[in-house]
């Protein structure tokens, strides 16, 4: 099974309004999740991951550079040893993937964009893997 799910931040188009998107996902799915802003120059995206109970933990950025479409992904700290995540940018999003999913994928993950000048978060979406 794989999964998609768009995560929006307030300041961009609404294509679906969803205020808490739930994603359910079986042990050793591949999940995509993106988060799309067509209305703003988006120079940078981050994505967040929060446990259950735990504080958010910056995963990966993914930077624009210039004209050139210049693009820097990287993920942060604990983020770095897996090969299962992958972040992919495109001109007004930035998927975040998770393959091969496992018990501890399980939590809640945001998006934020930052233009010039702010930061701006995104909806929230929750992943449940379930499976032994």
Same mark, same amino acid.
């Given at each position: 099974?794989?999964? =998609?799910?768009k995560v929006f931040d307030s300041?961009?188009?609404?294509?679906?309004? $969803?205020?808490t998107p739930?994603?359910v996902?079986?042990l050793g799915? =591949?999940v995509?999740?993106?988060c799309?802003?067509? &209305?703003?120059?988006?120079? $940078?995206?981050?994505?967040f991951?929060q446990?259950f109970g735990? &504080?958010? @933990?910056?995963?990966?950025?993914?930077l624009y550079?210039g004209?050139?479409?210049?693009y820097s992904?990287n993920?942060?700290?604990d983020?770095?040893e897996?090969?299962?995540?992958?972040? $992919?940018?495109g001109d007004?999003?930035?998927? @975040?993937t998770?393959?091969?999913?496992?018990?501890?994928?399980?939590a809640?993950?945001y998006c934020?964009t =930052?233009d010039?000048y702010?930061q701006t978060?995104?909806?929230r =979406?929750?992943?449940f893997?379930?499976g032994?």
């Amino acid at each position: 099974m794989k999964g =998609t799910c768009k995560v929006f931040d307030s300041l961009c188009f609404y294509q679906t309004k $969803r205020t808490t998107p739930v994603m359910v996902a079986e042990l050793g799915d =591949t999940v995509t999740l993106t988060c799309f802003c067509p &209305k703003l120059l988006v120079t $940078r995206y981050d994505w967040f991951k929060q446990s259950f109970g735990q &504080k958010p @933990l910056l995963m990966a950025s993914s930077l624009y550079i210039g004209k050139d479409s210049y693009y820097s992904h990287n993920f942060i700290k604990d983020f770095i040893e897996t090969n299962r995540l992958g972040v $992919r940018r495109g001109d007004y999003s930035c998927n @975040l993937t998770i393959s091969k999913t496992e018990p501890e994928d399980s939590a809640t993950y945001y998006c934020s964009t =930052t233009d010039i000048y702010e930061q701006t978060f995104g909806d929230r =979406t929750v992943l449940f893997v379930k499976g032994n």
